[in-house]
């Protein structure tokens, strides 16, 4: 059974640090690329950023480039996404989810429940 577990969210000051891992307990997410998404409260969902199966690659979208960085343990079977510079605008409820396939495809089957992240002074 697939299960994505994510953890690590909380309160942050603005230009703080967190890093969430999200573990993948009953699979082997070194066969799959992997993303973080986020939803800020009344807005949809966004994704932030994405990693291949091998970590050969990672992409980020415009808003976190140069502040997050998307990394994975495939011997821990876990993924992480550290955020630095945080600003309150990076609160949300993040998202970690599993692609179709070993490259970026962001066809995405399976979802985390989500870690909650507030930056806030």
């Known amino acids: 059974q697939v299960q994505l577990v994510e953890s690590g969210g909380g309160l942050a000051q603005p230009g703080g640090s967190l890093r969430l891992p999200c573990a993948a307990p009953?699979?082997?997410?070194?066969?799959?690329?992997m993303s973080w998404a986020r939803q800020a409260p009344g807005k949809g969902l966004e994704w932030v950023s994405g990693i291949y199966s091998d970590g050969s690659d990672t992409y980020y979208a415009d808003s976190v480039k140069g502040r997050f960085t998307i990394s994975r343990d495939n011997a821990k079977n876990t993924v992480y996404l550290q955020m630095n510079s945080l600003k309150p605008e990076d609160t949300a409820l993040y998202y970690c989810a599993k692609d179709r396939f070993s490259s970026w495809s962001q066809e995405y089957d399976y979802w985390g429940q989500g870690t909650q992240v507030t930056v806030s002074s």
């Open positions: 009953g699979f082997t997410s070194s066969s799959y690329a």
